[in-house]
Every structure is written in C-alpha cells, then in structure tokens.
DNA sequence: TCGACAGGCAAGCGCTCACTTGCGTATGGT
DNA sequence: ACCATACGCAAGTGAGCGCTTGCCTGTCGA
C-alpha cells in the first residue's frame, strides 16, 4: 500500500506513468528519449531504477522479449486509493438523484 | 501536486487522515492519543510537523480557537488522482451500456 | 564470429526526510 | 498573579532516497 504512494511521490515517476498511459509497451530507451522530449532528463540506470520501485508498486508489469523489455502500465492499485478515502467524483455523470 | 503524493507516502500520515475521517475535528493531542490507541506510536511534535506536511498538501485545514487547533479533513486534493489516470471504478453502478 | 545494442547489478555519494531535543508563546483555570 | 495546558519554532541526528559510476550479461545483425 505504501509502496505506491512512495513510487507517486516523484515527478519522474509520474512522468513515466503519463508516458506508458500515452503509448503502452514501450522499453527503456524508447522512456528516456520520450522523457528527454518532455523535459525530463534522466540516465538510463536512473530510469530503470524508477521502473524497479513501480513494478514493485504493482504499477508497472514487464515483459522480456529477446534482448528488448517492454513495460506496460497498470493502474489497478490505485482504486485502492479512492476505496480508502471516500472521494465524491463531483457529482460526474452518474448523478442521478 | 507532488507534495499530496509525497504526504501519502508516510503510514502515520494516512493513518491521522484515517484518524480525521472517522472523528473530524480534532486537537493534536487527541489525534496523538487516538494513534496510540491504533498502535501508531509518534511524539507531539513528530505529528504536529506531520500535520503540517498534510496541511501542505491541502489535505488538512487547521482552525484556530482559544489554546485548541481543531484539524478537520480535505479530499479535494485526491480527485486529481483518479482524473490523471483513468481509474476505472470497477463498473460501479453507473455502467449502463 | 565479432561487435554494437539493450539491459542488469552493485557500490558510493549527496541530499532529503522523519524524528528527537530544547526552548519559547499564548491561553485558561483557580 | 500563578501555573498547567496546548501548541509552535528551530537546530541536530540517523536512515532512506535518487542518482551516478563502473562493470557484466545476453541478444541480434553483418
């Protein structure tokens, strides 16, 4: 549960999250170059240490395919979040009193 | 928006959120006694510089009365969450296809 | 087969974080 | 007036985090 909150709580985390968001399945070359367009400047071992804590958060799930590891995100432990603390979606588009 | 991740990232600190959801309003010395009572062992100060973390963040508001502080608190903050990354709510009972 | 490519492993360094310690301030009961 | 209460402020300390550096293991193309 904590392992989460800690791997969310750096901004090159985040980032990596977006970029996965934006296009699934990509290795850790394709991450840093795409993380260099957005700004964010990070050595491989950097990034691929960040991928370790989000794996281990359940966030991120790899996949070994020849000499190329693909990461594929995975937002299911963050529904434990909303579950935690009550969180009104701001009366989305299911209200219906 | 780093700052509500890097406050959640702390057990004590989701504990006193946990702590304020089920009693709103509370001083710095109930929710220290109250955390012992959890198990949660912490100093005064170690949960006051918590509160403040949390305040930070905008998860917590402090209102001042007399000698007492009353922490009531804020899930706003939390709702970014769920709208950065999608979060399927499971199909809660709004899926009508 | 040889070399370039993609990635893993591990030690070291600087910085932040959580906590303690000590003192200071203001409120309220008696 | 006096003292206990409730809390804030600030420096110091030990552990964890993010990053770098260096080297090693597989994998594919020419």
Redesign the pocket.
Known sequence: MGDVF??L??P??RALLDELQDRDGQ????L?TRLLHRGV?????????????LEQAGLVR?R???????HSLDTSPLRAITERWRIDPEEGPCGSP
Chains 1, 2 share one sequence.
Not at 27 to 30: A, D, G
Not at 64 to 70: A, M, S, V
């Open positions: 800690k791997a709580a750096d090159t985390r290795t850790l070359f394709e840093c400047s990070s050595s491989r071992q950097a990034v691929s240490q960040h991928l370790d804590v790899r070994r395919e020849g000499r190329y590891t693909f």
